[in-house]
């Protein structure tokens, strides 16, 4: 996959790097020359512009990546107007990062198709979900037991609980099932909120956009991810 990374600070070059050791095409670009120079032999193709200048901004690659990502953390303006300009020139996929509650609550506003929080994801945790195509959180239990929280790939959705194969095939067992319901913030902008699903039963199926809370060894996780990737 083609990807452009906006701001190459740690978080951006340290995601730009690892993309590119999973064999993609990552663009990068800062205002910053230095973190420029650190990077342009690292990646595809590295750019010194100003992302909060339309011109300079329409410069990128905009229509022919597969998703942009605008890491700009620290300049809260930047990232804002950034993500604005993208919107404005057609970017259809957009993952941005933000570093507090309210900038998560204006980048929501741009209706972007990911919020980054790093503080909560490191960037190697993201890149290993580029890589899957879904969204993954995991907490160790011990030392070969995990607890995984991840959304309902493609694959599966439509497919009633009572059928699902993790425990059979991956020996991974569902603890919970959660799905998306409206909620209003506080600057009244409407988005969802995952709630668990009570007392499903085995017809329950699966939806675009569920969360899924499962538990099970590392191999177990690596051959359904396999399975589901393959």
Request: charge should be negative; aromatic fraction near 6%; proline fraction near 4%.
């Amino acid at each position: 996959m083609r990807y452009l990374i906006i701001g190459l600070g740690i978080y951006g070059a340290n995601l730009a790097i690892d993309l590119t050791a999973m064999g993609h095409e990552v663009i990068g670009a800062d205002s910053n020359p230095t973190l420029v120079e650190a990077l342009k032999d690292k990646i595809s193709t590295a750019y010194i512009i100003d992302s909060t200048d339309e011109a300079a901004l329409s410069v990128l690659p905009l229509k022919t990546v597969d998703l942009v990502i605008v890491a700009i953390g620290e300049n809260f303006g930047a990232s804002v107007k950034t993500v604005a300009l993208l919107r404005k020139l057609g970017v259809k996929t957009i993952y941005a990062r933000a570093v507090d509650e309210i900038h998560e609550t204006i980048l929501q506003g741009f209706k972007v198709d990911r919020i980054l929080t790093p503080e909560q994801r490191a960037a190697r945790e993201l890149t290993r979900e580029l890589e899957l195509g879904c969204n993954v959180d995991s907490m160790r239990i011990d030392s070969d037991r995990y607890v995984i929280r991840f959304a309902v790939p493609e694959y599966y959705v439509g497919t009633p609980l009572g059928e699902l194969d993790f425990e059979k095939d991956f020996n991974i067992k569902v603890v919970a099932v959660s799905r998306p319901a409206p909620k209003r913030n506080f600057l009244g902008i409407t988005n969802n909120e995952l709630q668990k699903i009570e007392n499903p039963t085995p017809d329950t199926k699966l939806e675009e956009g569920d969360i899924i809370t499962v538990i099970g060894s590392q191999r177990g996780f690596r051959d359904l991810f396999h399975h589901i990737s393959a």
